[in-house]
């Protein structure tokens, strides 16, 4: 198995809603991250997660909440979210010397209203 | 912080053309990988490469890098319309278990009118 699934797919919410994105991988890499991307941009790091511990938090607001439950499993909880944090929330892992390399979901497009 | 400059930032290739992009960085990377990604997708991992000077082929494509390991460029023979969307080059240090990913702008290959 070398993909990182993402869940949902989709996901609209409103400005008070509380909603969490989901991903897993089976690869057995010990590194997940969390990316936002806008349309034509590159995607953007948010969080690291390295033996299930958060090891970088780059500078993300606090209604973004990032859980490692455990070593195949990465979650991001979002509370009171803003328009502008519409965007494509990618998923990856990584570990050094795979050879499945630094492997990306297929995402979830947010949509805030 | 680091940066990687791709080109061009964007092209038209009409079926049967060879296309080539590239990446060049102030800094030295361990490993370089190129990645393609659809509208709504996440980026798909191409090609790895992780020794300088390595040169490799999936397929049509090819890519190598750079002596230096401070670039890296990415041919695509023979393009066909399911060829567009959006590559990045990225290049990747490792420290312990995480990778320090940096991508590039992107190239977006779109079919001649």
């Known amino acids: 198995d070398t993909e990182v699934t993402q869940t949902p797919k989709h996901l609209v919410m409103g400005m008070t809603n509380k909603k969490s994105l989901k991903c897993e991988q089976h690869?057995?890499?010990?590194?997940m991250y969390w990316y936002k991307q806008k349309a034509k941009k590159p995607p953007e790091l948010m969080f690291v997660?390295?033996?299930?511990?958060?090891?970088i938090n780059e500078s993300v607001p606090s209604r973004f909440s990032p859980e490692c439950p455990n070593s195949s499993l990465l979650n991001l909880h979002l509370h009171a979210l803003q328009p502008e944090d519409s965007a494509l929330y990618l998923c990856?892992?990584?570990?050094?010397?795979?050879?499945?390399?630094?492997?990306f979901g297929s995402g979830t497009r947010l949509t805030v209203v | 912080g680091q940066q990687l400059n791709q080109s061009p930032q964007s092209m038209f290739i009409q079926e049967g053309e060879d296309v080539s992009m590239n990446c060049t960085s102030s800094?030295?990377?361990?490993?370089w990988l190129w990645y393609k990604q659809d509208p709504g997708e996440g980026p798909v991992l191409l090609i790895a490469?992780?020794?300088?000077?390595e040169l490799t082929s999936n397929g049509r494509l090819t890519a190598q890098f750079g002596i230096t390991r401070k670039d890296s460029f990415l041919n695509i023979s023979a393009s066909i319309p399911s060829d567009v969307g959006i590559y990045f080059c990225?290049?990747?240090?490792?420290?312990?278990?995480?990778?320090?990913?940096?991508f590039g702008k992107g190239t977006k290959l779109s079919v001649k009118p």
């Open positions: 990856a892992s990584s570990d050094r010397g795979s050879l499945s390399g630094y492997t």
């Open positions: 690869m057995g890499h010990r590194a």
């Open positions: 997660y390295s033996y299930e511990k958060l090891s």
């Open positions: 800094s030295i990377f361990n490993t």
């Open positions: 490469l992780y020794k300088a000077g």
């Open positions: 990225a290049g990747l240090n490792y420290g312990g278990s995480q990778g320090n990913l940096i």
